[in-house]
């Protein structure tokens, strides 16, 4: 269940965690690249980043029944990440072509378990393709999506407002702040 309320500088998200998504690592994540619809967005298109995020990609039936995430890209940055509701695809075959090509559509909503990744530089680059896969596993600090593990964690995401702070397996990290924040870094020992 979600529930909205507007004030004049906040938006609340309330979320009943019994609603909640339940992720395995073996779901697939789908990055698109919707070059094309993010300039439209910018101009004032009529259609938002996560309704040309979940349209009529090319894909295998089967394969977009296990996509339970999408993650929109642009310029090397993650704009967007929704839940996937639903896929919906639909098999035809293309003025002037002769082969048949599926095409799916996605019923998505905001998890706001995903929000991490808004603003982060995005683990694929761009394609010739405009879509990739990857499992829910390899996608960079999805451990949060997980069941919690026991005892001292040494990786995952913590984010505090507009921080957002991505710590891998291998140690490397990512800091993600507001281009006017003061930010001071200071080594351990």
């Known amino acids: 269940m979600e529930v909205l309320r507007e004030t004049c500088k906040y938006r609340i998200l309330l979320i009943m965690t019994e609603n909640l ?7 697939l994540v789908l990055f698109v690249w919707p070059r094309q619809s993010e300039l439209e967005i910018r101009a004032g298109g009529a259609r938002s980043r996560q309704e040309a995020a979940s349209n009529a990609w090319a894909m295998d039936r089967t394969k977009a029944e296990r996509v339970s995430v999408i993650v929109s890209v642009f310029d090397d940055r993650i704009i967007g990440a929704w839940a996937v509701a639903e896929a919906h695809p639909t098999t035809a075959t293309p003025e002037g072509k002769t082969r048949k090509v599926t095409r799916v559509r996605f019923d998505t909503y905001v998890d706001p378990r995903l929000s991490y990744l808004v603003g982060q530089t995005s683990q694929l680059k761009r394609r010739r393709n405009p879509q990739s896969t990857i ?9 949060v999506l997980f069941e919690e593990p026991t005892g001292e964690r040494q990786h995952g995401v913590a984010r505090l407002g507009e921080f957002t702070l991505t710590v891998r397996e291998d140690g490397s990290a990512d800091l993600v702040y507001p ?3 003061a930010v001071t870094l200071r080594p351990l020992g």
Request: no cysteine; aromatic share 6%.
């Open 135 to 143: 499992q829910l596993r390899d996608l960079d600090g999805s451990d």
């Open 21 to 27: 998504k339940i992720y395995e690592p073996t779901d």
């Open 179 to 181: 281009a006017t924040a």
